[in-house]
Protein backbone atom coordinates (compact mmCIF):
# COMPACT_ATOMS: atom_id res chain seq x y z
CA UNK A 1 0.00 0.00 0.00
CA UNK A 2 1.11 3.59 -0.99
CA UNK A 3 0.27 5.12 2.34
CA UNK A 4 -1.55 8.36 2.82
CA UNK A 5 -1.02 10.47 -0.06
CA UNK A 6 -1.21 14.06 0.21
CA UNK A 7 -0.82 16.94 -2.79
CA UNK A 8 0.40 19.20 -3.40
CA UNK A 9 3.68 18.69 -1.03
CA UNK A 10 4.47 22.15 -1.09
CA UNK A 11 2.22 24.96 -1.85
CA UNK A 12 2.80 29.21 -2.06
CA UNK A 13 0.25 31.28 -2.48
CA UNK A 14 -0.79 35.11 -2.36
CA UNK A 15 -3.33 36.48 0.59
CA UNK A 16 -6.81 36.18 -0.60
CA UNK A 17 -5.98 33.04 -2.86
CA UNK A 18 -8.18 30.01 -2.53
CA UNK A 19 -6.38 26.94 -1.62
CA UNK A 20 -7.15 23.50 -1.92
CA UNK A 21 -5.00 20.99 -0.18
CA UNK A 22 -6.00 17.02 -1.43
CA UNK A 23 -5.63 14.04 0.59
CA UNK A 24 -6.28 9.94 -0.68
CA UNK A 25 -6.47 7.69 2.72
CA UNK A 26 -5.32 4.53 2.92
CA UNK A 27 -7.74 1.79 1.37
CA UNK A 28 -10.37 0.33 3.63
CA UNK A 29 -10.07 2.73 5.84
CA UNK A 30 -13.15 4.21 7.65
CA UNK A 31 -11.74 7.53 9.44
CA UNK A 32 -9.77 10.73 7.87
CA UNK A 33 -8.35 13.30 9.93
CA UNK A 34 -7.17 16.60 8.98
CA UNK A 35 -4.81 18.31 11.05
CA UNK A 36 -2.38 21.45 11.14
CA UNK A 37 1.14 21.75 12.53
CA UNK A 38 2.55 24.88 13.62
CA UNK A 39 5.18 26.22 16.18
CA UNK A 40 3.13 28.24 18.16
CA UNK A 41 -0.01 25.75 18.54
CA UNK A 42 1.98 22.19 17.63
CA UNK A 43 -0.36 20.05 16.10
CA UNK A 44 -4.49 20.80 16.24
CA UNK A 45 -7.02 18.34 14.85
CA UNK A 46 -8.95 20.44 12.36
CA UNK A 47 -11.86 17.78 11.37
CA UNK A 48 -12.39 14.36 11.05
CA UNK A 49 -14.64 12.13 9.22
CA UNK A 50 -16.06 8.97 9.36
CA UNK A 51 -17.52 6.68 6.57
CA UNK A 52 -17.20 9.88 4.37
CA UNK A 53 -19.39 11.76 7.11
CA UNK A 54 -18.12 14.69 8.79
CA UNK A 55 -18.22 13.74 12.55
CA UNK A 56 -16.04 16.52 14.40
CA UNK A 57 -15.33 20.04 13.06
CA UNK A 58 -14.64 21.88 16.43
CA UNK A 59 -11.17 22.14 14.91
CA UNK A 60 -11.77 24.51 12.32
CA UNK A 61 -10.66 27.91 12.83
CA UNK A 62 -13.06 30.00 11.04
CA UNK A 63 -15.58 29.75 8.16
CA UNK A 64 -12.37 30.50 5.49
CA UNK A 65 -12.06 26.61 6.09
CA UNK A 66 -13.43 23.85 4.38
CA UNK A 67 -13.44 19.98 3.95
CA UNK A 68 -15.16 17.69 2.24
CA UNK A 69 -14.77 14.22 1.44
CA UNK A 70 -16.92 13.45 -1.92
CA UNK A 71 -15.96 9.32 -1.34
CA UNK A 72 -14.04 7.03 0.84
CA UNK A 73 -11.17 7.63 -1.67
CA UNK A 74 -10.58 11.64 -1.64
CA UNK A 75 -10.74 14.37 0.94
CA UNK A 76 -9.57 18.02 0.18
CA UNK A 77 -9.58 21.00 2.66
CA UNK A 78 -9.89 24.38 1.23
CA UNK A 79 -9.14 27.94 2.83
CA UNK A 80 -11.17 30.63 1.07
CA UNK A 81 -9.44 33.17 1.16
CA UNK A 82 -6.36 32.60 2.40
CA UNK A 83 -4.08 34.87 4.90
CA UNK A 84 -0.59 34.77 6.21
CA UNK A 85 -1.75 33.43 9.79
CA UNK A 86 -2.95 29.91 7.75
CA UNK A 87 1.01 29.04 6.85
CA UNK A 88 1.78 26.14 8.75
CA UNK A 89 1.93 22.16 7.58
CA UNK A 90 -1.24 20.50 6.99
CA UNK A 91 -1.66 16.69 7.97
CA UNK A 92 -3.60 14.26 6.84
CA UNK A 93 -4.02 10.75 8.78
CA UNK A 94 -6.46 7.37 8.40
CA UNK A 95 -7.19 4.88 10.38
CA UNK A 96 -9.50 1.28 10.48
CA UNK A 97 -11.78 1.22 13.57
CA UNK A 98 -10.73 -2.17 14.30
CA UNK A 99 -6.64 -1.72 14.86
CA UNK A 100 -6.55 0.25 17.95
CA UNK A 101 -7.04 3.70 16.76
CA UNK A 102 -3.84 3.56 15.29
CA UNK A 103 -3.43 6.72 12.89
CA UNK A 104 -1.33 6.79 9.53
CA UNK A 105 -0.42 9.99 8.48
CA UNK A 106 0.23 11.68 5.11
CA UNK A 107 3.77 13.63 4.27
CA UNK A 108 2.28 16.82 4.71
CA UNK A 109 1.17 20.03 2.60
CA UNK A 110 3.63 22.88 3.57
CA UNK A 111 1.40 26.11 2.95
CA UNK A 112 3.14 29.74 2.79
CA UNK A 113 0.60 32.30 2.78
CA UNK A 114 2.31 35.81 1.59
CA UNK B 1 -10.76 14.99 30.40
CA UNK B 2 -7.38 13.20 28.97
CA UNK B 3 -4.69 15.04 28.51
CA UNK B 4 -0.80 14.11 28.06
CA UNK B 5 2.62 15.92 29.05
CA UNK B 6 5.83 15.57 28.27
CA UNK B 7 7.92 17.08 30.69
CA UNK B 8 10.78 17.80 28.29
CA UNK B 9 10.49 19.78 25.47
CA UNK B 10 14.23 19.09 24.76
CA UNK B 11 17.22 15.96 25.05
CA UNK B 12 20.29 15.73 24.39
CA UNK B 13 22.41 12.63 24.15
CA UNK B 14 25.60 11.21 23.26
CA UNK B 15 25.61 8.35 20.69
CA UNK B 16 25.45 5.57 22.62
CA UNK B 17 24.00 6.30 25.60
CA UNK B 18 20.24 5.26 26.97
CA UNK B 19 17.43 7.31 25.50
CA UNK B 20 14.62 8.60 28.44
CA UNK B 21 11.39 10.74 26.98
CA UNK B 22 9.27 10.97 29.71
CA UNK B 23 5.00 11.33 29.33
CA UNK B 24 2.67 11.66 31.87
CA UNK B 25 -0.99 11.23 31.22
CA UNK B 26 -4.05 12.01 32.54
CA UNK B 27 -7.48 10.56 32.05
CA UNK B 28 -10.20 8.87 34.05
CA UNK B 29 -10.40 5.30 32.78
CA UNK B 30 -8.12 3.26 31.13
CA UNK B 31 -6.56 5.20 28.22
CA UNK B 32 -5.14 3.97 24.55
CA UNK B 33 -1.76 5.90 24.80
CA UNK B 34 0.77 6.04 21.40
CA UNK B 35 4.48 7.58 20.82
CA UNK B 36 4.88 8.47 17.39
CA UNK B 37 7.95 10.31 15.87
CA UNK B 38 8.32 13.00 13.62
CA UNK B 39 11.47 13.23 11.68
CA UNK B 40 12.41 16.42 10.09
CA UNK B 41 9.93 17.32 7.29
CA UNK B 42 8.28 14.71 7.41
CA UNK B 43 4.98 13.18 8.48
CA UNK B 44 4.24 10.87 11.71
CA UNK B 45 5.27 7.72 12.12
CA UNK B 46 3.67 5.20 15.01
CA UNK B 47 5.96 3.77 17.54
CA UNK B 48 4.32 2.03 19.97
CA UNK B 49 1.25 1.70 21.00
CA UNK B 50 -0.15 0.30 24.51
CA UNK B 51 -4.10 -0.76 24.52
CA UNK B 52 -4.24 -2.28 28.22
CA UNK B 53 -2.54 -5.72 27.02
CA UNK B 54 0.93 -6.19 28.31
CA UNK B 55 2.13 -2.83 30.27
CA UNK B 56 5.66 -3.10 28.53
CA UNK B 57 5.45 -2.17 24.85
CA UNK B 58 8.15 -2.56 22.56
CA UNK B 59 8.22 -0.70 19.65
CA UNK B 60 9.80 -0.10 16.25
CA UNK B 61 14.10 0.38 16.18
CA UNK B 62 14.32 -1.00 19.35
CA UNK B 63 12.19 1.83 21.84
CA UNK B 64 10.07 0.52 23.85
CA UNK B 65 7.56 2.40 26.91
CA UNK B 66 5.99 1.10 30.12
CA UNK B 67 2.48 1.90 31.08
CA UNK B 68 2.95 2.65 34.70
CA UNK B 69 -0.81 3.27 36.20
CA UNK B 70 0.58 4.36 39.98
CA UNK B 71 2.47 7.07 38.55
CA UNK B 72 0.13 7.87 35.24
CA UNK B 73 3.15 7.31 33.17
CA UNK B 74 4.18 6.14 29.92
CA UNK B 75 7.51 6.88 29.17
CA UNK B 76 9.48 6.91 25.95
CA UNK B 77 12.84 4.05 26.33
CA UNK B 78 15.60 3.55 24.27
CA UNK B 79 19.51 1.11 25.27
CA UNK B 80 21.63 2.84 23.12
CA UNK B 81 20.72 5.57 21.09
CA UNK B 82 21.87 6.05 16.89
CA UNK B 83 22.33 9.44 15.32
CA UNK B 84 19.31 8.37 12.89
CA UNK B 85 17.06 8.92 16.39
CA UNK B 86 17.23 12.26 16.18
CA UNK B 87 13.77 13.88 15.42
CA UNK B 88 10.74 14.93 17.84
CA UNK B 89 8.57 12.45 19.83
CA UNK B 90 5.15 13.21 20.33
CA UNK B 91 2.98 11.51 22.80
CA UNK B 92 -0.64 10.96 22.38
CA UNK B 93 -3.76 10.09 24.53
CA UNK B 94 -7.00 9.12 22.94
CA UNK B 95 -10.08 11.10 24.15
CA UNK B 96 -12.22 8.97 25.79
CA UNK B 97 -15.56 7.87 23.33
CA UNK B 98 -14.30 9.41 20.17
CA UNK B 99 -11.18 8.34 17.47
CA UNK B 100 -9.58 11.70 18.34
CA UNK B 101 -6.02 12.32 19.35
CA UNK B 102 -4.84 14.63 21.87
CA UNK B 103 -1.29 15.09 21.40
CA UNK B 104 1.89 16.59 24.04
CA UNK B 105 3.97 19.29 23.06
CA UNK B 106 6.48 17.16 21.53
CA UNK B 107 10.29 16.45 22.69
CA UNK B 108 12.80 16.77 20.60
CA UNK B 109 15.89 14.77 20.56
CA UNK B 110 19.16 15.75 19.83
CA UNK B 111 21.97 13.17 19.68
CA UNK B 112 25.46 14.10 19.52
CA UNK B 113 28.77 12.39 17.91
Known amino acids: DAGVIQSPRHEVTEMGQEVTLRCKPI?????LFWYRQTMMRGLELLIY????????DSGMPEDRFSAKMPNASFSTLKIQPSEPRDSAVYFCASSLAAAANEQFFGPGTRLTVL | AQSVTQLDSHVSVSEGTPVLLRCNYS??????LFWYVQHPNKGLQLLLK??????LVKGINGFEAEFKKSETSFHLTKPSAHMSDAAEYFCVVISSGTYKYIFGTGTRLKVLA
Open chain 2, 50 to 55: YTSAAT
Open chain 2, 27 to 32: SSYSPS
Open chain 1, 49 to 56: FNNNVPID
Open chain 1, 27 to 31: SGHDY
